[in-house]
């Protein structure tokens, strides 16, 4: 009976987790120049605009550019610098050499530190 239960519960984890998989997604940015695809943290831009990509992590530091609204990105590491919103941890950015808030980027998997 307890064999069963346990094998109820893991085959619904499975179907839970499955679809919540990033293997598939493909964005900007994911792939690399060569056509192999980047491995990495992925991150989603929770705002409602545009993202300023910041060449330093603080909100003084200048723009270098900006990412949309659900726009899907690699993060390379992430470090303490200026606070946003209660929030001091920015992420930097696979290929743009830039930084963004962790304020506004939902990372799907764990970032390590720079």
Known sequence: ??????????????????????????????????????????????????????????????????LHPHERVLLVCQKRGGWVDGNPVWYRLHGSKGWVSARYVHNLQPVRPC
């Open 1 to 66: 009976m307890a064999k069963k239960a346990l094998l109820t519960c893991t085959l619904a984890v499975g179907v839970l987790i499955g679809p919540l998989s990033t293997a598939g997604w493909t964005a900007e940015g994911l792939a690399a120049g060569d056509g192999r695809a980047r491995s990495g943290p992925v991150g989603v831009v929770e705002t409602r605009a545009p993202l300023n990509v910041r060449e330093r992590p603080t909100v003084y530091s200048d723009v270098v550019k900006k």
